[in-house]
């Protein structure tokens, strides 16, 4: 017998009812499938370091969800991070937050998003879309300057902070 290690193995199941499921121009009520890709030009909140431990946190009709944190980047990729939010409406509005978790102190905002679902997603080819949204209510870099002190130095960012993610969007026939 080779090995004799121990592993682990996560198991992900999603339930789609199918015979719910129809087409994009009537359904008001839809599942919600989230894929984050990966975020740029985050600001550094971690200055001592130059970066942030990222994750976000994601609001949709009434329920929150969120992605692992990615340690020590201001450039976090995740991998496989999907959400699933089930029987939205479909003018319903999704929201993002892009956080810095901090273990000794409370966790700081770097930005957030807003997305229309039906402008974005519902009337998409298929439901279907990924896209880069540059985010908003981003944390000033000065502000940061101001409580480490003027001697420290932070990276230029290549551009605006921004977030990628899947959208796509799985309506509701007869609900």
Known sequence: MQGGGRGE???RVT????????????ARFGALV????????????????????PFVRLHCNGETQTTPVIGSTCNPKWVGCIIDFFKVPAREQ????????NVLLT???????????????????????????????VLKRDAIREFIG?????????????????????PFSGI
């Open 9 to 11: 193995l996560k198991l």
């Open 15 to 26: 339930f789609w009812p199918l015979d719910k499921m129809g087409g994009h121009a009537d």
């Open 34 to 53: 989230v894929t984050v890709i990966r975020c740029d030009n985050l600001p550094a909140a971690d200055v001592a370091m130059g970066t942030s431990d």
């Open 94 to 101: 999704l929201k993002l937050e892009i956080i810095d978790k």
């Open 107 to 137: 966790n700081t905002r770097l930005g957030t998003v807003m997305v229309d679902l039906h402008k974005e997603v519902a009337l998409a080819p298929g439901g279907d879309v990924t896209k880069t949204f540059e985010l908003k209510d």
């Open 150 to 170: 003027s001697a420290v130095r932070l990276a230029v960012p290549d551009g605006p902070p921004t977030i990628t993610m899947r959208l796509q969007w799985i």
